[in-house]
């Protein structure tokens, strides 16, 4: 790998992914800036050094500045990676633009999920809000607290030309952390997204007692009907086979410590949504994106029959044995038939 | 689904799929014959009506015919499921050859691997061995113990014409054993052969502590290597990502039960490979296909590096952490790139 030059890099989102990139970063020996949106988070994490709410058990290091201030953070940055939860993505794009030019910088998005009605993806909000030509993406099968304990990681940097890319796997990539590049933004956004609702499928079927044919079975035709939206919506089939696809939806589904297969899991037991995300105390981006991948696939005419029984679980007081036998029983057809969608 | 006609079937093989099999079609009120080729284990099988060596728990029903008689099972058959250990295929098809015309038989192939050095499909030694136009392939995620509990299962009936996937598809079709048609044999059947080698790697990972990170990682950059060989071959890469290919991988790789993981587990553990296979007592196909992979792959052009090192820990004496570091450390490239191979 060629050695990067020295980028200045502001990580915008203080939750445990971006804590982790920054903590990575400073391992590589690269100094970055944390900002949090919240400012008394932001002081409490510089009097302890440790992000308490979500990475207790991790010490920040001095390479990491923490900071809240936004104008602050940006200045004389030459990347930042946004890692806001979805939901707050307009309104940090919103203050980001208020704090000057954003041209001069590499922006990455390592936010996972789709927005809203209109289904829009994070780049493309950080494009539209910034008037951006191009915003790359950090994605992939990466637990936290796994890249943290120096557990071997392989993600995709992407974007639609090369050297955006090449420059996010130059910074972030090390030993034991690897990064691919790839072309299909679209694709790779669309996969880490909408896998968080199988894995929301995956936590109530391991409940349920669904075993490892059906699990299999499951994952199959779960990523099926993401890739069958995907490649309607302008992603290429093979980006679904990759890091983004398979690998992020085969670590999700399979960690018990993944917020939307824990969602899954308590509605099994009868739990209520609300209670559920009230407890969690955190953001399940499986949850929101359900809706919006509905409303997408409306759109596109792609039948999305797992996700739209988790919806029903989650928003229609389904019963989720039922949901499961109901989608056993469809009738079988030919397994790439895109006309006929069995599950 | 159409009601089918009544088919014949003979079942050539007493392991736990082909009891399984049995079993499964008896619950949907049609009466098979199983043969076993040791005929002390079809007497046995006969007065208990148990396959004690595979499937302990289960009673075999009346309506499977147990027998040795190669030529009585297939007298009047309509239908037969070849499911014998791939190392057996040729002695069984030479003998199924003397036994008399195969032709007017739906012949369907249920066995797994890839056969000697010319890495030979099961379906091809068939058709080849008995002179026929097609083999059906039925494949999938399935597990035999899970199949008989009643746990749902999806998995592919295969035949490069419509016809005896089809009639594979309505003979074992039922509301929780759910077969899907497709038509890529290649494909299905590299899918789920290949798969077992990379079940030997999870077990391995598993044991060496890998994590969920770097399991997503292996078993997408492992599928990617069996895409690449695959669709060098003559198969379609959409078939990857169908039930033979990430359904089954991600099924057995993620059970405890499967015999490849064990090798793997216990391969990691340091204990020496005829020592494991011995303890086993049954064939783990993942072993022999190993060198078949690589001996096609060579023909083919193909880098494999996971598999690769799979051979040199199972064959070579490779130490599994140290194989895992070099995997790790390879330079990472283009995800999608054939010609950098990263893993």
Same sequence: chains 1, 2.
Avoid at 34 to 47: G, K, S
Avoid at 105 to 121: N, P, Y
Avoid at 177 to 186: E, G, K, P, W
Wanted: aromatic fraction near 4%; charged fraction near 25%.
């Amino acid at each position: 790998v060629v050695a990067s030059h020295v980028e200045t890099t502001a990580i915008l989102g203080g939750g445990s992914w971006g804590t982790a990139l920054a903590i990575h970063l400073a391992r590589l020996g690269r100094s970055s800036r944390l900002w949090f949106r919240d400012p008394q988070q932001a002081r409490r994490t510089e009097r302890s050094r440790i992000n308490t709410k979500y990475l207790p058990q991790w010490t920040i290091p001095e390479e990491v500045e923490l900071l809240s201030d936004l104008g602050k953070a940006l200045r004389g940055a030459t990347a930042a990676v946004v890692v806001v939860p979805s939901r707050s993505l307009w309104d940090v794009a919103r203050d980001i633009r208020e704090n000057g030019p954003a041209h001069d910088i590499l922006w990455i998005s390592a936010t996972k999920g789709i927005v809203g009605e209109e289904g829009r993806r994070p780049s493309e909000i950080l494009r539209e809000a910034l008037g951006l030509d191009q915003v790359a993406v950090l994605a992939g099968p990466s637990l936290s607290e796994e890249v943290l304990r120096g557990l071997p990681t392989a993600v995709v940097a992407a974007s639609e030309t090369e050297a955006p890319a090449v420059r996010t796997q130059n910074l972030f990539h090390g030993p034991r952390f690897r990064v691919y590049t790839a072309s299909d933004v679209i694709g790779v956004e669309l996969g880490v997204s909408l896998k968080n609702v199988l894995a929301i499928a995956a936590g109530l079927a391991q409940e349920l007692g669904l075993g490892h044919n059906g699990y299999g079975a499951l994952l199959t035709r779960g990523l099926a009907e993401i890739c069958r939206l995907g490649v309607k919506l302008g992603a290429r089939r093979e980006t679904f086979l990759g890091l983004a696809g398979l690998g992020d939806l085969v670590t999700t589904c399979g960690s018990p410590l993944s917020r939307n297969h824990q969602v899954g899991r308590r509605l099994a037991r009868g739990e209520a949504l609300e209670d559920i995300l009230d407890a969690l105390g955190c953001v399940a981006e499986g949850v929101p994106t359900v809706s919006a991948a509905l409303a997408l696939a409306g759109r596109a005419g792609v039948e999305m029959p797992i996700t739209a029984k988790v919806y029903e679980i989650l928003f229609r007081g389904k019963d989720p044995r039922q949901a499961l036998e109901e989608l056993m029983l469809r009738p079988p057809g030919d397994e790439d038939g895109s006309s006929r969608s069995g599950w």
